[in-house]
């Protein structure tokens, strides 16, 4: 330490701060919890180890951080905003909402402020009201543009009623801030989406995505190897030499491809009485990277091999230990991290009882909705046409894969039955999973639970069929994906 009086909460804080911004979040924690033993009585530095093990991945731990910071009625400013934005990562959005309108009492004009309850309410679907604080935030910062993108996402615009005139305005003098241009094309091909003008919204898309596009660095040939490499590792003989494993039948996978459908599924399995909706859980890669560390002799940075070689019981024991803060109360939970699809063999054997449900679509449609979605760090495949359609046939290659390795053990879902006969589609899912139908099922979009993925908005409707077949608006844009699907 570099100071003389470790109870001065100025430099912990500019500490802790200093790893975040470098990256080094274990560091970031391990100077939050001396802070906090230093000082335990401050708000502040609780706020910033939650934090810090949000960014840490330590989702359990920033979760129990939150909640007893919560406990204690904190009135700190930065502690209130901290728990707001723990409380999102985690999927808690009763508790962000609660801390956020509280934050807002003590600094009412703050717009960041504004836009971060904006998001929260988004995320519990008062979606008027978050309207209403994105307009704040835009009135006092015209060039916020992730405030213009989400308040495009937030409703169908209409000819009397939409953002067109400002988001051409705020793109016109985001000329050097790449991503902003990036965000306000994305939501004014939204716009002009919903006013019918298809022409000109796939070129506000497509802007978007070559801006992203040319700012990463990113090889689909890579990917795609991997894919291969998981058909390759994972075979026949992987499977007979597996032992037991976890025997719990609590958790229910969907798995797939992003923009399929996979959380309208979750919606209405969710509304099932004995079923909790947990969101996009990253529980499962997590353990299976912890255990990949924990092995005594590796031989090579080969992580997909290292990986046929985990313990599946040890491996089953451990995702479930890992949720239990969020689930244990339950019968069943829904962990619907679509790209759970690469360990849907590691997932059959560590947990054998676990259903498994693969959600699929149109690979047009599905790779037109990918294109057109701006993702917050994953999928780097889907802002590239033909890029998209590489991953999407390697993606079909390796669900054959496990249809193969494992008969029977994957139920599948086509979005298109789904929304065309979803009554009949969610008593076949149910029965497969050994739960009753429950009529309540059908009416998800009155749930108040929160969602926070980019469907967001939409599940919060009744069941429609326009996204079916929706690529055919742009089938003269997208002739390097069609090439690639082979789909004229």
């Not at 992203?212 to 499977?239: C, G, N, P, S, T």
């Not at 498994?356 to 790779?367: E, F, K, Q, T």
């Amino acid at each position: 330490m570099a100071w003389d009086d470790p109870t001065q909460e100025g430099p912990w804080t500019t500490l802790i701060e200093s790893c975040l911004a470098r990256g080094a979040f274990d560091k970031a924690v391990e100077s939050a919890l001396s802070a906090t033993a230093a000082i335990p009585a401050s708000h502040g530095l609780q706020g910033m180890l939650a934090f810090s093990r949000l960014m840490n991945r330590d989702f359990p731990e920033a979760e129990a951080a939150i909640e007893s910071l919560w406990s204690n009625r904190p009135t700190d400013l930065a502690a209130l905003t901290h728990i707001g934005l723990v409380a999102t990562g985690v999927g808690r959005h009763d508790l962000a909402r609660a801390a956020l309108e509280r934050a807002l009492q003590l600094r009412p004009e703050d717009p960041q402020l504004q836009f971060n309850l904006a998001t929260a309410l988004r995320n519990v679907g008062e979606l008027a009201g978050a309207e209403t604080l994105y307009d704040s935030v835009i009135r006092r910062q015209p060039d916020h543009c992730e405030a213009h993108k989400n308040r495009s996402d937030l409703r169908r615009q209409t000819l009397d009623r939409n953002h067109l005139s400002e988001l051409r305005a705020a793109i016109g003098r985001a000329a050097s801030d790449w991503r902003g241009a990036m965000m306000l094309h994305y939501a004014l091909g939204k716009e002009l989406e919903d006013l019918g003008d298809h022409d000109a919204a796939f070129a506000a898309y497509d802007a978007g995505a070559k801006l992203r596009r040319r700012h990463m660095q990113y090889d689909v040939a890579a990917d795609v190897e991997r894919l291969k490499r998981i058909i390759r590792v994972f075979d026949a003989e992987w499977l007979g030499r597996q032992p037991i494993g976890c025997q719990s039948t609590e958790p229910l996978f969907i798995i797939g491809l992003p923009r399929t459908g996979s959380t309208l599924l979750e919606r209405m399995m969710g509304a099932h009485p004995g079923v909790l909706a947990a969101g996009e859980m990253h529980n499962f890669g997590i353990c299976v990277a912890q255990r990949i560390q924990r092995l005594e002799q590796r031989q090579s940075g080969d992580m997909i091999e290292a990986s046929a070689h985990l313990d599946p019981l040890q491996l089953g024991d451990a995702y479930l230990a890992s949720t239990r803060h969020r689930t244990g109360k339950h019968p069943h939970f829904i962990d619907k991290l679509p790209g759970n699809f690469l360990y849907a063999g590691l997932i059959a054997a560590a947990l054998p009882n676990a259903a498994i449900i693969h959600i699929h679509r149109n690979p047009a449609d599905a790779a037109f909705a990918m294109y057109k979605t701006l993702f917050n760090q994953a999928y780097p495949f889907s802002y590239d046409l033909r890029e998209t359609g590489r991953y999407i046939r390697g993606y079909q290659n390796l669900m054959a894969h496990w249809h193969q390795l494992l008969p029977g053990r994957i139920i599948d879902v086509a979005y298109e039955e789904l929304v065309g006969d979803p009554e009949g589609v969610l008593r076949e899912v149910f029965r497969r999973c050994r739960l009753s139908f429950d009529p309540g099922s059908l009416a998800f979009f009155h749930s108040p639970d929160a969602v926070s993925t980019a469907s967001a908005v939409q599940v919060r409707q009744p069941i429609y069929r326009t996204s079916v077949q929706s690529w055919r608006h742009y089938a003269r844009h997208l002739g390097p994906l069609l090439e690639e699907l082979e789909t004229r």
